[in-house]
């Protein structure tokens, strides 16, 4: 160092001033050059002190298959949440078809920032952000401490609940197979059926179940009867019945490409639900206008998506309609609809059995009911009585 300062003064010729200003340069410098290099050291230091002290579960709705654990943790973050410390709340929609008729429920959920919360006792730190602000994705990073490492991964199972059993729920949207939920149902012990109909329906799909993939790769039932007769809720419940999953397709949101690629992106064993097929131009008429910014969907689409090159595989379709002598009748022959089905009304005699054995009240009714005005009778002798099990 001495040398250093030597040979400074001999290069300013003693002048103290000059060697002064030198000196401080050269040591600004080096201590800049100490700063860059080390500039990183306290944010790892940190960031290692951070590892060892917490730990972290992160997850994004970047992809469909996240995005119902994604909506559930933050719907459980935002109930348990303290408020000074998190008040950015924001909304999400489920389709939880153990609900109600549509499934669509409306829940709050933690918005962008930092929330703190409680879990079986003990405090965690919630952030929300963008993935990117390029994309509309967003993640959620949740932080324990090291010593609750067994609550963050208990958070994590009630976060799961029961997704990973039930029959998933999805829905195309927008090009692709969005999933919403799961279908929380008892299946056909829920539903008040006319006899005959559920013996016929329950026949032909045991048959199908049995007779393997290498035989038939899939059973297309259509469903018809008028209007508020329980179509949609037999559709759920064959799901569950069968352990299913559930795509359900709305033939006035895709045109002929477009339901080409939902058809082949249908998992193999799932079961695929296509209502009211006589709303749509395309199974009513065999004429629909071209337009190249818009493409139409047309009857060939349809036929050829449900009978395409690339088949089902071991897939159960249903199909619903409330006027089954609109649809065309290629759409509804022999061989692409393999078995056509009326649901009936229920008969006086079996709603009133039933009502009693599901609440032990007597219902003086005389006239047949549909499924939908049985649902409200059970729906209001729920509130009144309690039951055994759920409405239909």
Known sequence: MNEVL???KALTNGDPLLTAVIVGVLTFTLIGLVGYMLKDVPAKLLSWLSSLLFVRLTIDDSHQARTEIFNKL???????????????????????????????????SIGYGMHLFKYAGCF?????????????????????????KDKLHSFLEDTRGDIS?????????ETEWCRYGTLKSSGFSELVLDE??????????????????????????????????????????????YHRDLYILNLSTVNDATIHKAIRKVAPGAMLLIEDCDCVKATVSRTAESNVDNPPLTL????????????????????????????????????????????????????NE??????????????PLLGCEVYELHRRANL??????NSV
């Open 124 to 148: 965690m730190l919630a952030s929300r952000t963008k993935v990117d602000s390029t994309m509309a994705y967003d993640s959620i990073t949740v932080s324990a401490p090291w010593w609750a």
């Open 196 to 241: 005959g109909f559920k013996q016929e329906l329950m026949r032909e799909v045991d048959n199908f179940a049995s007779r393997g993939k290498s035989v038939v790769s899939k059973l297309t039932i259509l469903l018809h009867g008028k209007t508020g007769t329980g179509k949609t809720g037999i559709a759920r419940a064959l799901a569950v019945e």
């Open 384 to 389: 009144r009585y309690g039951s055994v099990h």
């Open 74 to 108: 933050s719907f459980l973050i935002s109930n348990t949440t303290i408020p000074f410390f998190s008040r950015s709340i924001s909304e999400a929609v489920y389709f939880d078809y153990g609900v109600n008729y549509d499934g669509r429920v409306s829940v709050k």
């Open 6 to 8: 030597l040979q400074i």
């Open 165 to 173: 059993t039930e029959p998933k729920v999805n829905i195309f949207e």
């Open 300 to 351: 060939g689409g349809v036929l050829n998506a449900l009978d395409g090159i690339i088949p089902l595989d071991d897939c159960l379709v249903i199909m619903t309609t409330n006027h089954l002598d609109n649809l065309d009748p290629a759409l509804i022959r022999k061989g692409r609809v393999d078995v056509s089905i009326e649901v009936p009304l229920i008969s006086a005699k079996q709603v």
């Open 354 to 367: 039933d009502y009693f054995e599901r609440f032990g009240a007597v219902l003086n009714r005389t006239e």
